[in-house]
């Protein structure tokens, strides 16, 4: 018996050998690998070039080494003094409040930022014109310097040096805002931006007790020695009750890394999705090959290889032409980065330099080279039993019964290791398991889709049209494309129907049903002293209205039962709830729009120690239960209340809805502001825009939010992530075409036998072509029905189950989906058969 290095060096050279002929029949392989190995290549290096700017460009994100931030109180002298040990300190403060013209024609919300004369430590802030921002922002006698972010000036119809008012301050454009490089770190925001000094703000009046501001305290070491864990630890020993939020630059805008890590993680199983389903076009791309070499695989038996060289041939160039395939991918996914920079360069210092990220192309070539081997080996095993006899005979090996059971063990594997590498190069591990098992799912059922049209055509009625009678038969005859067609186009279209209702119900629900429900107007930031006042203009302003007033202030969470958030293990989809500050309220009465679900609500005259209402689906995601405690820090003051209750919260009606409410005792005495509501639903937009200039007039620190207009900054951003979300799932799409494609090269040699003898019998090209045309139209309506029914189940999981939304079915999406499915099967596959009607009867009879 020879040696396994023997066989595999006479295997290599036959191998070489066949590939100098070229590379046809390996098209459409080439195609459905390198697709697949570039989206994931391309998605993980985009990824990891945001996070490795956030992160080595962190400092300059931060405009600090690290970030101490204060809700709603400047820090004290001794907290200053502790921050002043470790370096440089520069303070920024924020928050939100109205614009308006000097003439009072317009108004517009706005986010403020104050900063102090040593902004900014790390970067610069790049202005038009380019003058110092000392200069920009200096004062002149009553009237403050300030520079905007464009847009504002877009809104506002104005322009680079006139007035606006601010609270009770006058403000003059001294410019515009180009580069910000801390604003990433600031978070996103629904409103331009304002920039100005801190004695401008406090010069307008807007901060106050009760008002919703942010002060940033950011350091710049004097020594590289401190490190930001031992002062974190420092700071949190000596002022445990501080409640500041305590950011370093190597976290620069962690909200803004964990949703690009999840937003990657979705693109990757998206990609993986697309090689998977192109791992079909593979098993029909090399059956389809393997087909094609009969005579040469028979020939080698004749001569006297054994089946184990047979197989390692074909293997082996499998392997080299899936290599190059895996090569033109990487290189897609290694130039990704470089085009993605030169839309992101205003928004996040990506370099412009070409860089290579080794884990992602890595991982995209584990993936693609798994996939050739999964779906190509069940062909290589059915080849191993092409019998001699096939040289003399021109047919090809029958694919009945089942490969060896080594090459099935073989798939099994190389199946389980693509599973086990998605679910373990994933963050949210259950996320990546549940869509591998749809997936899984999903093949199962659109086989038995495939059987069960078969089964429906084979039981058919007698039909008179011969060309409807020849289409059907092909449907349910041996060797038939249903379950190539279903199967290729299932799973794409399925994808990209989920994607379009959700698409389309969360628009729906935001420009359409969302504002009926909606209030009209928040208005934040309503002192102690105006809320009479205030309630008073409103009820003039819109007397069918109704107004909800409630108390408000800021608290973050410290603890659970005792223990610091910072230890805990948190779900991904609870962690912003202890994220940053929380709005907090306390109430006598449950809110008329919430519904106790366990526990009791305290009574009227309640007393005793502090209790809380806790939102019960953001409770049970940080594992808790009624009698647990739950510490908060507001104004500088730690209070721990045991958890009296769960309750529904309704947040898709934008109505005043908190994580957590209190009883009335728990905060006695404490400072606070109001927060209200104003629905009006007979309000017009002219008596809407009446209300919102003069409650912005009479009251210019109190900020008023126009529910419409941040729906609108909502749905473009939706429509955004809608886009890039479609991108990807084209991806699957294209896949699930040239996997069509494969299929039909794989059955175009009995395809051609078939039209032959047709045609021998007397059928017209005309005829053939009808039929053709019926069959893929059958196909194509099937493949449809299943993706509306798969993609619709979908979406109704993601909308109702998860989103907490209403999930209505689309007849838009339904007819967009048949028209795909219809285009593509009947345009391909008539492409595809085209050729072989116009095929020479006689040649093709000799070789039968």
């Not at 349910?476 to 698409?503: M, N, Q």
């Not at 910072?566 to 500050?581: A, S, Y």
Request: hydrophobic share 50%.
């Amino acid at each position: 018996m020879t040696s396994f290095s023997t066989r595999f060096s006479v295997a290599l050279r036959i191998a070489l050998r066949e590939l100098r002929g070229g590379l046809r029949g390996f098209y459409i392989f080439l195609a459905c690998i390198a697709l697949g190995t570039a989206a994931i290549a391309a998605v993980n290096s985009v990824s990891g070039a945001i996070t490795d700017a956030i992160s080595s460009e962190g400092r300059t994100l931060l405009a600090g080494d690290m970030r101490f931030e204060l809700d709603n109180r400047e820090a004290t002298d001794q907290e200053r003094a502790f921050l002043s040990r470790y370096g440089d300190i520069q303070l920024s403060t924020n928050l939100r409040s109205m614009a308006r013209l000097a003439d009072g024609s317009d108004q517009s919300l706005v986010e403020i930022k104050a900063v102090d004369d040593a902004y900014p430590l790390y970067g610069k802030l790049i202005a038009d014109p380019d003058r110092p921002l000392a200069e920009l922002l200096s004062t002149d006698g009553n009237i403050h310097g300030a520079l905007v972010a464009p847009l504002l000036l877009e809104r506002m119809n104005s322009r680079v040096g006139d007035d606006l008012l601010i609270g009770n301050a006058r403000f003059r454009i001294t410019g515009t805002i180009v580069t910000e490089p801390d604003a990433i770190s600031d978070g996103f925001g629904f409103a331009p931006r304002v920039l100005t000094s801190r004695d401008a703000l406090f010069a307008s009046g807007l901060v106050a007790t009760g008002s919703l501001v942010e002060h940033a305290y950011k350091i710049r070491f004097k020594t590289p020695t401190e490190t930001a864990a031992t002062i974190r630890e420092a700071a949190q020993r000596e002022f445990p009750t501080a409640g500041w939020s305590i950011r370093a630059s190597d976290r620069a805008a962690p909200s803004l890394a964990e949703n690009i890590e999840r937003f990657s993680q979705f693109l990757t199983l998206v990609g993986l999705t697309a090689l998977i389903v192109g791992g079909v076009g593979v098993a029909n791309a090399v059956k389809a090959f393997l087909d094609s070499k009969r005579t040469v695989i028979a020939t080698l038996k004749c001569v006297g290889a054994p089946a184990s060289v047979v197989v390692l041939v074909y293997l082996i160039q499998i392997t080299l032409v899936a290599t190059l395939g895996i090569a033109l991918g990487l290189v897609l996914g290694a130039i990704a980065p470089l085009i993605t920079a030169t839309y992101l360069q205003g928004i996040l210092p990506i370099s412009a330099e070409f860089t290579l990220y080794p884990r992602a192309l890595a991982l995209a070539t584990v993936f693609g080279l798994l996939v050739t081997f999964a779906f190509a080996i069940l062909p290589l095993g059915h080849a191993r039993k092409v019998p001699a006899t096939a040289l003399f005979r021109e047919q090809g090996f029958e694919e009945t019964g089942l490969a060896p059971w080594p090459y099935i063990l073989a798939m099994g594997a190389a199946l389980s290791a693509i599973a086990a590498l998605a679910i373990f190069s994933s963050e949210q591990r259950w996320i990546a398991a549940t869509f591998l098992a749809a997936m899984a799912i999903g093949f199962v059922l659109l086989r038995l889709v495939a059987y069960g049209i078969a089964f429906l055509a084979k039981r058919s009625p007698r039909i008179h049209s011969a060309a409807l009678r020849l289409a059907v038969g092909n449907i349910h005859r041996p060797g038939a494309l249903t379950p190539a067609v279903t199967l290729s186009l299932g799973l794409g279209l399925s994808l990209l129907v989920a994607l379009a209702l959700i698409d389309g119900n969360l628009r729906r629900e935001l420009t359409g049903n969302l504002p009926e429900r909606a209030p009209n107007f928040f208005f934040v930031d309503i002192q102690g002293n105006e809320i009479d006042a205030f309630r008073q203009r409103v009820e003039t302003l819109a007397p069918e209205g109704k107004l909800i007033e409630v108390p408000m202030l800021r608290g973050r969470i410290l603890a659970l039962n005792g223990t610091e958030v910072e230890k805990l293990e948190v779900p991904p989809e609870g962690r912003w709830v202890l994220r940053g500050d929380r709005g907090l309220t306390y109430a006598r009465n449950v809110p008329e729009n919430s519904t106790v679900t366990e526990g009791e609500w305290w009574p009227d005259d309640y007393s005793g120690e502090p209790l809380v209402s806790f939102s019960e689906q953001e409770g049970r995601e940080l594992g808790l239960k009624i009698g647990d405690t739950v510490t908060v820090n507001v104004l500088g003051r730690n209070i721990t209340a045991r958890l009296a209750s769960f309750r529904t919260v309704q947040w898709e009606s934008l109505s005043m809805n908190f994580v957590m409410i209190f009883s009335p005792n728990t905060f006695a005495g404490a400072p606070h502001a109001w927060l209200a509501t104003l629905i009006d639903g007979e309000a017009t937009p002219a008596e809407e825009a009446t209300i919102l200039r003069e409650v912005t007039r009479t009251f210019p620190t109190i900020t008023t939010v126009r529910v419409k207009d941040a729906l609108e900054v909502v749905d473009r951003l939706v429509g955004q992530l809608a886009t890039a979300i479609r991108a990807a799932a084209a991806i699957a799409l294209i896949a699930s075409v040239l996997v069509l494609s494969g299929a039909l090269a794989a059955g175009n040699r009995a395809r051609t036998h078939d039209a032959v003898i047709l045609k021998t019998l007397g059928a017209t090209r005309a005829m053939l072509i009808r039929a053709f045309t019926y069959e893929y139209l059958l196909l194509g309506i099937a493949t449809a029905v299943f993706a509306l029914v798969a993609g619709g189940g979908i979406a109704w999981y993601v909308l109702a189950m998860i989103m907490k939304l209403p999930s209505n079915f689309l007849p838009d999406v339904a007819l967009l989906t048949l028209l795909i499915a219809l285009v593509v099967t009947i345009g391909i596959g008539l492409a595809g058969t085209w050729r072989i009607l116009g095929q020479k009867a006689a040649p093709v009879l000799r070789e039968l």
